[in-house]
């Protein structure tokens, strides 16, 4: 092994926190895939564009491919595997996906299931262009976008309901 | 596309963080890191010591008052953008900032680490300059402000010392009866822009254009300022605006990249120097009308 | 009667996996596996003169370190160069790279060292240390450049041609000499490439234990990779198993195989006696995987005064890049493809594929074609222009009409068969277009967006494309005995949906529902004979083989169950899983049942195969396994038919374009579609979407942007444009035509690459029709676009 320093750090994951030894340079997208074996985060470019590495940071989208391990740190984070209802079934956006047919090979679909659970909490009823401005950082060369706009729209709906069941 | 290895601390002080840096003259800041990380995975860039500035305390603020807007150093751009006393005060930052990348990357970017990573196709060294605002870092021998006018020296390139870290950015807030407009011209939305231009009208007393001034992003290597008074003084018609682009074209380089040709730029520069300068009297107008009124 | 599962839009199984986050791609497999990267060539012309890897011996977690010189006594084939996958007599001067370079380096990103590490960051920090010297050579940039053939990419290869090809149907040059009108045209498009969101990838293990190698890789050839690695390693077929898992796309440039990679990796494993992974970044994606669409034509074309073809001559010139792996297969394309649904008249082409100092060219979705129609396409507008006459009447005039199918073009196209479209209907879908668009309408709308100082301009564009070319595909059916039915074939996925398309193929032909069917593809385990994915003929070619698969099974099966219930075949039928007489539902048995009953068994392992054991089925004066029957519920059969089946499509863009700043806008976008019988048309539609964008990124934003010196300078999703939301249509209106394929039992007819391949022949016919002057190339770009606007104006 390399004698380069290592870093132990607690990465809260999905809730579920996570002892690792990483090197400063590990990049976040690489720890919860290779670390923490969470593959569901995909890596596209490693340079910020396609947003296939996106997760939410305390509740907030960011590339982890643009942040180091030992800076996530202090946060909360959340990953494509953490988007589930408690009970196991799809959460809103996942279902909206399947059911708009909004994906095709699936490797973007991690960076856009995460940035639009973010976008319909801070924006819970979207029009068409709203949807387009939400997933507008995002790159997906299989499906030419026009299902992704329809399962935004379609997500913030199940959302609504699902909030509303809820709150019953 | 992984960096090559580094030292890293994340100080708990800025002292702490100055020292670090101080002591390393291969060391780099690390903010928001969206520009960054990118160079460091490409190995564009290969610090020894990375100095994570993220957990420092009090450099998360937004603060507004009548003078401008005080913008700290852990403040990310989307933030920033979000403040509607900010838009109230210095509506230029937030029309620029809502140009800046994509709302994932406004998410984690900082408005200062773009001040200072000093990009002449960034958003917000030209706006920072427009605006004639200031950023206050601090170094081994304390704290100082850089005029806008003094930080960018060349391509990339600011005029803070390796061992300063910037803490705070000032937009000073508009001159009365001022307007204010900001456009640009990208490949894909969100992309950094081919051209970009922003420019302050100030009016007198009668309506009457008292000064112009307008900045330029991809335009040259270092974010540029134009004052195009002379040209507009007599009034903003079709002739006179051909004039003031003619006077900015001649203190702008633009150049020919894969994008756009030097020729397109240029062009880009005439259409948008009008454009903007045009909304720009107008949210002037506007301006002064409702303050009459009032 | 359970509900017909072809042709209805049933939701993808494979989403829930995908969605949750577990898919399993490349990179996901072997978490303990080392990883590998690849020092690649930063000349693009060079000889080398050394490598010193010394420094890298000993470094800390770095495990090999492999040169050009290691490989031969590791696999003598290694020394050898990478097979030229596809032949062909005109490829007189076929070249192929070696698995790491020998001696010369004939592109940026050509391997020349591999290492293996812990990690990809301890792999990349000992690429960093090796020390390469090079004698720089001039480089052959473009495609004026390999013409011009001042200076050579391979020293032996004479005028940089890779191969000269001819074919004609009549005498193009007599017919045009006689022709009332003639006119000429010089077109161009430039490269671009698949770009999937997953690169490359492979990784591989070699069981010690058993003696078998196993190999993951992002491909679009199980098979193929599988031959190629068994050739070059010098292993028994029989001890390589190729698995391709998840694929995050692929669109053309997986079917190249196998790369230095596919190689390098199981052969470090199996020395290692570890798990070797090498994912390929991006940058590594831009200069060492392939490219597409580089070509230079030149058309000349005679017509009569109504614009009726009477002869057309095309030259052309496609750049190949530095090698030639993968043979004609893009340029053949181009030069048969390019006459889409019309008649020529007399048709020849010339085409020379010319070697240049970039990275290899394979084909990109549409492979060939989108040049083709841009050209063909191209030729229609410029004879309607210098007539006067409306482009879609000329056009009209000179499409194969419906009663004329199976139409003959006497050519060869490249399956090495004839050219002979089997089945479409173009009239309808020109009329189907110009109702979509709003054709007719048009002029004023021009009108009203005039009087308001903007700009815009429509095109319309159509192509025929031969999908579903041979040789053949296979596929594999058990029904196991809990009546589960486990379906293989051996063609890959990469975002298609086979999993779900393929499952509504079995429920149908079978009579079991759709949940109890799964679909493994390409994995060579399971079905060891198919080709792979490309040519949009996944669901044609395994679509086809499932099916009759599916026959076969449900036949056995009656026969099977005819026995059990000394009932007749022909009153049989299976319902939802269970084989009853025709129309008595609760009368019959369970297929997982008569798949117990299928097998004699002399040993028991549940209840149910009790029945199964030799005291209780059959005729103990017979055989337990009657003559000519095999043991098992399963059915094998193959599709290969006799050639292409032919789709067809025409595309129309409505475009504004900026008076000022030559911005171009998309305000509408029409598609009519003909691919035969849907299988799920909401899966075809998604498909036309994709394509659709793909053919606005190639035709307004992506470009191979190489410098003088062979340097691409846009290797990053930075600076090559890709389409993201904001940059494709709103809305894409789409009306499907379904001409059924008479070459095929389902009447299908491949969907895959359609979507992309008019896009630049219909934004080039806009754009022009809104700014009046003659668009030749494509891409084009705001800043191009105000380039010409400068020249038309000066
Ligand atoms: C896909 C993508 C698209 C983008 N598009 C745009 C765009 O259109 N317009 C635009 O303006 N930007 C764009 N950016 C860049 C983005 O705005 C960055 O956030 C910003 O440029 C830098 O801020 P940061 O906090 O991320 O800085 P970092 O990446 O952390 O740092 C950048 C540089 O500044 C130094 N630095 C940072 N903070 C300090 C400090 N407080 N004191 C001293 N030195 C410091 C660092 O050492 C480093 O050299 C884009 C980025 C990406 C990934
Ligand atoms: S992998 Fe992070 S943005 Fe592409
Ligand atoms: S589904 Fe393949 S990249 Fe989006």
Redesign the pocket.
């Known amino acids: 092994m390399s004698t380069e320093q290592l870093h132990r750090i607690r990465l809260q994951v999905n809730g579920v926190a996570h002892e690792v030894e990483v090197p400063a340079r590990r990049l976040l997208s690489d720890a919860l895939r290779h670390d923490l074996g969470l593959t569901g985060t995909h890596v596209g470019c490693e ?3 396609c947003g296939a590495c996106t997760i939410l940071v305390d509740g907030t989208p960011m590339r982890s491919c ?1 942040m180091f391990a030992v800076s996530a740190a202090d946060s909360e984070l959340t990953t494509v595997e953490g988007l589930a209802n408690a009970d196991g079934t799809l959460g809103p956006v996942q279902q909206a996906f399947r059911e708009c047919h909004g994906l095709q090979c699936g490797f973007c679909t991690p960076g856009f299931l995460t940035t639009i659970t973010a976008g319909i909490k801070e924006n819970p009823s979207p029009s068409e262009d709203e949807a387009r401005e939400m997933i507008a950082g995002n790159l997906c060369r299989c499906t030419g976008y026009q299902n992704i706009v329809k399962a935004v729209c379609r997500a913030a709906e199940l959302a609504a309901t699902h909030s509303g069941e809820a709150d019953q | 596309m992984k960096p090559a290895p580094f030292d890293y601390v994340r100080p708990r002080t800025l002292d702490e963080a100055v020292q670090a840096l101080a002591g390393r003259p291969e060391a ?11 160079l460091l995975s490409m190995r564009l860039a290969a610090p020894s010591l990375l100095v994570d ?1 993220n957990a420092l305390p009090d450099l998360d603020h937004v603060r507004v008052d009548e003078t401008g807007v005080r913008i700290g ?1 852990l403040a990310r ?1 989307a933030r920033v953008l979000a403040d509607p006393e900010v838009r109230r005060v210095q509506p230029l930052v937030s029309l620029a900032l809502a ?4 709302p994932t ?1 406004r998410n ?3 408005t ?3 001040l ?2 000093a ?1 002449a196709a ?3 060294p030209m706006v920072l300059r427009l605006l004639e605002g200031s950023v206050d870092v601090a170094g081994p021998s304390g704290r100082r402000t850089i005029e806008a006018a003094d930080l960018y020296v060349g391509p990339l390139e600011s005029s ?1 010392h390796h061992d ?4 705070e950015a000032f937009f000073p807030t508009l001159p009365a009866r001022t307007g204010v407009a900001f456009e640009e011209i990208s490949r894909r939305h ?3 822009a081919m051209c970009g231009v922003a420019a302050l009208v100030t009016l007198d007393g009668g309506g009457a254009v008292s000064r112009v001034r307008a900045g330029y992003l991809s335009a040259s290597d270092v974010p540029a300022v134009v004052d195009l008074t002379e040209p507009l003084a007599g009034g903003i018609t079709p002739a006179s605006l051909e004039q003031a682009a003619a006077v900015a074209l001649t203190q702008l380089d633009p150049e020919t990249d894969i994008h756009a040709t030097a020729a397109y730029r240029a062009h880009l520069v005439e259409v948008l120097t009008a454009r903007v300068v045009t909304a720009a009297y107008q949210n002037a107008s506007e301006h002064t009308h409702q303050s009459t009124q009032e | 009667m359970t509900t017909r599962m072809m042709g209805a839009k049933v939701a993808r199984v494979e989403d829930d996996r995908f969605v949750r986050g577990h898919g399993r791609y490349v990179d996901d497999v072997a978490p303990d596996a080392l990883h590998a990267a690849v020092l690649r060539s930063p000349h693009a012309h060079a000889r080398i003169r050394s490598i010193d890897v010394d420094a890298v011996l000993d470094l800390d977690g770095v495990h090999a370190v492999w040169t050009y010189e290691d490989l031969a006594p590791l696999a003598p084939a290694m020394g050898e160069p990478l097979p030229l996958l596809i032949p062909h007599p005109t490829l007189t001067h076929g070249r192929t790279q070696y698995a790491l370079a020998k001696d010369e380096v004939n592109y940026v990103g050509e391997a020349i060292a591999f290492v293996v590490a812990d990690d990809r960051y301890l792999a990349e920090d000992a690429l960093d240390r090796i020390v390469v010297e090079y004698d720089l050579l001039p480089a052959v940039v473009g495609i004026d450049a390999a013409r011009a053939a001042e200076r050579l990419v391979h020293e032996d290869v004479p005028g940089n041609v890779a191969a000269r090809m001819e074919q004609a149907n009549g005498d193009a040059a007599a017919a045009i000499a006689a022709a009332p009108h003639t006119l000429s045209l010089d077109l161009e498009i430039e490269r671009s490439a698949c770009m999937p969101l997953e690169g490359r990838g492979v990784a591989a293990r070699w069981d010690t234990d058993n003696g078998r190698l196993q190999l993951w890789t992002s491909t679009q050839t199980s098979t193929g990779v599988r031959a190629a690695v068994a050739a070059k390693l010098g292993l028994d077929l029989m001890r390589v198993d190729v698995i391709t898992p998840d694929v995050g796309g692929g669109f053309g440039v997986k079917i190249n195989h196998p790369w230095p990679e596919e190689l390098l990796v199981p052969l470090a494993a199996r020395l290692l006696g570890r798990a070797v992974k090498f994912t390929e970044d991006r940058r590594e994606h831009f200069i060492s995987s392939a490219h597409e669409r580089g070509q230079q034509h030149h058309v000349e074309v005679g017509f009569d005064d109504e614009g009726r073809l009477l002869g057309l001559d095309v030259r052309f010139w496609h750049d190949n890049g530095a090698y030639t792996p993968y043979g004609l297969i893009v340029p053949i394309i181009t030069s048969t493809q390019l006459l889409g649904p019309y008649k020529p008249g007399a048709y020849h082409v010339q085409f020379d594929s010319l070697y240049t100092n970039t990275v290899i060219v394979t084909p990109y979705r549409g492979a060939g074609r989108p040049q083709g129609c841009f050209v063909m396409e191209r030729t229609m507008d410029a004879i309607a222009a210098y007539l006067g006459k409306d482009r879609t009447e000329v056009r009209s005039i000179n499409l194969i009409q419906p009663d004329e199918m199976p139409y003959e073009h006497g050519l060869t196209f490249q399956d090495g068969r004839e050219l002979t479209y089997d089945s479409g209907d173009f009239p309808t879908m020109l009329t189907k277009i110009k109702e979509l668009v709003g054709w007719d309408e048009f002029e004023t709308f021009r009108a009203e967006m005039a009087a308001q100082g903007r700009r815009v301009g429509i095109g319309l564009a159509a192509y025929v494309e031969g999908t579903g070319v041979g040789p053949y595909e296979g596929a594999h059916i058990t029904v196991e005995t809990s009546g589960k039915v486990k379906v293989a074939t051996g063609l890959t996925t990469q975002g298609q949906g086979h999993q779900t398309a393929f499952a509504q193929i079995v429920a149908d032909e079978l009579g079991v529902p759709f949940e109890d069917v799964e679909i493994t593809t390409g994995d060579t385990r399971r079905m060891p004979y198919a080709v792979g994915t490309f040519a949009s003929r996944a669901a044609v070619m395994s679509g086809s083989a499932i099916h009759l698969a599916a026959k076969k099974t449900k036949e056995k099966a009656l026969r099977i169950a005819a026995e059990a219930l000394e009932a007749d075949v022909e009153d049989l039928e299976i319902v939802d899983g269970v084989v009853q007489v025709k129309g008595s539902p609760g009368s019959g048995i369970g297929l997982g049942t008569v798949a117990v009953l299928s097998n004699p068994l002399r040993y028991a392992f549940d209840e149910a195969s009790k029945a199964a054991t030799q005291f209780n089925v059959g005729d103990p004066t017979k055989p337990p396994v009657a003559a000519g029957e095999e043991p098992g519920l399963e059915g094998k059969d193959f599709y290969s038919p006799p050639r292409s089946t032919f789709a067809s499509g025409m595309h129309a863009v409505i475009v504004e374009t900026d008076p000022l700043t030559a911005e171009i806008t998309i305000l509408k976008y029409a598609v009519v579609h003909d691919c035969g019988h849907l299988i799920n048309p909401m899966i075809v539609e998604g498909q036309i979407h994709g394509g659709v964008a793909q053919g606005v990124g190639g035709a307004l934003y992506e470009r191979m942007a190489y410098d003088e010196a062979g340097q691409l300078q846009n290797a990053s999703f ?1 600076d090559f444009l890709m389409p993201y939301v904001t940059e494709v249509p709103t809305s894409i209106d789409i009306d499907h035509l379904e001409t059924p394929s008479p070459l095929n039992p389902l009447g299908i007819k491949g969907a895959g690459e359609a979507g992309v391949i008019p896009g630049s022949a219909a934004f080039a016919a806009a754009i022009e029709d809104a700014e009046g002057f003659p668009i030749t190339a494509m891409p084009i770009s705001p800043s191009q676009l105000f380039d010409l606007r400068a020249a038309h104006h000066a």
């Open positions: 340079h910020g564009v643009l | 780099k800041v690390l903010a928001g890191g969206q520009s960054l990380v990118p500035i150093a751009h140009n800046v990348a994509h990357i984690r970017g900082t200062v680490g773009s200072v990573h990009d960034a958003e917000m803070l300063e870290i910037a803490v969100g992309d950094y | 930075m």
